[in-house]
């Protein structure tokens, strides 16, 4: 399992990354929820059930700076 911290807006959040692509959003001791990468032809777009659009949206840029 890997593991890295990224930052949202000056919160510093774990990231989890499981074995099927789902990572898993860690903010101190508390699991705030999930987000899973979806591939298109067009490219990837990142879906979560547990966040808001809004979060989950500034979440997904800082993942993408993490991983370019």
Do not use: C
């Amino acid at each position: 399992m890997v593991q890295y911290e990224i930052n949202v807006e000056g919160n510093i959040l774990t990231i989890r990354v499981q074995d099927n692509s789902t990572h898993v959003i860690i903010d101190g001791s508390n699991i705030i929820g999930q987000i899973y990468p979806v591939i298109y032809e067009t490219g990837i777009v990142w879906e979560t059930k547990d966040l808001s659009a809004t979060f989950a949206k500034k979440i997904t840029k800082a993942l993408e700076l993490h991983y370019t």
